[in-house]
């Protein structure tokens, strides 16, 4: 049985105390109202995590996560932030591969490669966000880009260290722009990853790996999305901000 997960990526938003109460009020809501077979992850900016992890704590199924690392275990890398400090604030989970990341930082299929084998060695769940340009999906290529992303970046894992890695695939052309991918094309292209991954690391193991979709998923369109045979849950933006619509998309399953 794959995980259902829906994760929260807050992105640059909220100071300390107004993520403090958001990560409060969906622990509480969670507590009250979600299914205890649905985790939540919220991805909070660095310097939340260390109290929004203390906040969450007695809540088994929502857990915490970052929202990069550096691909370095430690050293003269100036505001960057290593797979170890993640970890002792109590965070399980980070983001690799944001199309934010890829786009306002350059960040390489090579590079990613390297945080995603760093964060597995550590113990850190990696989320490996890829997806494709509008430019790239008009032009016929966006199953392959995509499979090549994949492969750039994990092909050189194990097949039990690929086993504990979370996809999302988040089209950027979908992602901030109120635009959702259809349920059609959402599951075209995870069952196109997970074929992809069961070519390389088994059907056992792509059978068993949590495929989300990102990209302006909110309570109205969630539902349509979930129940698709190969979409396991969901990276949340704009909709994860506001405790009501983030824990709404959790109950659409
Ligand atoms: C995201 O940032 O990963 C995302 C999917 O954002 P939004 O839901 O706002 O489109």
Same mark, same amino acid.
């Given at each position: 049985?794959?995980?259902?997960? &829906? ?164 089209? &950027? ?19 196109? &990853? ?60």
């Amino acid at each position: 049985m794959r995980k259902k997960i &829906i994760a929260g990526n807050w992105k640059m938003n909220k100071t300390l105390s107004e993520g403090i109460a958001l990560a409060s009020e969906v622990a509480n809501m969670a507590n009250d109202e979600v299914s205890s077979d649905v985790n939540l992850i919220l991805c909070t900016p660095a310097i939340h995590l260390a109290p929004v992890s203390s906040v969450i704590k007695d809540v088994a199924n929502v857990s915490a996560a970052a929202q990069n690392i550096s691909e370095h275990e430690s050293g003269a890398y100036t505001g960057d932030i290593s797979a170890d400090m993640v970890l002792s604030t109590g965070a399980k989970y980070v983001i690799l591969g944001h199309s934010e990341r890829r786009e306002y930082h350059n960040e390489t299929n090579a590079q990613l490669a390297d945080r995603v084998k760093l964060a597995l060695d550590k113990g850190l769940t990696p989320i490996f966000c890829c997806g494709e340009s509008l430019e790239t999906r008009e032009s016929g290529e966006h199953v392959n880009f995509v499979n090549n992303q994949l492969k750039e970046s994990l092909h050189h894992l194990s097949a039990e260290e690929m086993s504990k890695v979370v996809i999302a695939y988040e089209p &950027i052309w979908a992602i901030g722009t109120g635009v959702t991918a259809s349920s059609d094309q959402a599951q075209e292209m995870h069952k196109s &990853i997970r074929t992809a991954l069961a070519d390389q690391f088994g059907a056992e193991v792509a059978d068993g790996i949590s495929i989300l979709y990102g990209g302006s998923m909110k309570p109205a369109n969630a539902q349509e999305l979930l129940t698709q045979p190969d979409v396991d849950g969901g990276l949340i933006g704009g909709a994860s901000l506001k405790a009501r619509d983030f824990i709404d998309i959790a109950k659409s399953y």
